[in-house]
Nanobody, 127 residues
Framework: QVQLVESGGGLVQPGGSLRLSCAAS????????IGWFRQTPGKEREGVSC????????YYADSVKGRFTISRDYAKNTVYLQMNSLKPEDTAVYYC????????????????????WGQGTQVTVSS
């Protein structure tokens, strides 16, 4: 049974950092594509970052490029999203998702490409 559990969210001041975790069970993260998405009330869920299966190619939304880093730990079967230089506009519920598909630069951010989702973790950036 595929399951994803996010953790690591919280309240942080602008300019601060957080590391989100996406713990996977029922599959192995190195053979699946894992994406991070975020959503605020009244808005569409948007792709933040993705790490592809096998080769581990990474993709980022322009809004987070240079500030966020996605990585995976095979031993812990977990994918991380390191978020630095956080801004108030990064405030959202963050979700991780997975698919067995190999996604490309033009498809990784489409939420319809993913089959399984976690429950989300709240990130609030505020002074």
């Amino acid at each position: 049974q595929v399951q994803l559990v996010e953790s690591g969210g919280g309240l942080v001041q602008p300019g601060g950092s957080l590391r989100l975790s996406c713990a996977a069970s029922g599959f192995t993260v190195d053979y699946y594509t894992i994406g991070w998405f975020r959503q605020t009330p009244g808005k569409e869920r948007e792709g933040v970052s993705c790490i592809s299966s096998r080769l581990g190619i990474t993709y980022y939304a322009d809004s987070v490029k240079g500030r966020f880093t996605i990585s995976r730990d095979y031993a812990k079967n977990t994918v991380y999203l390191q978020m630095n230089s956080l801004k108030p506009e990064d405030t959202a519920v963050y979700y991780c998702a997975t698919t067995s598909n190999v996604l490309s630069r033009s498809t990784w951010y489409r939420k319809t490409q993913y089959d399984y989702w976690g429950q989300g973790t709240q990130v609030t950036v505020s002074s």
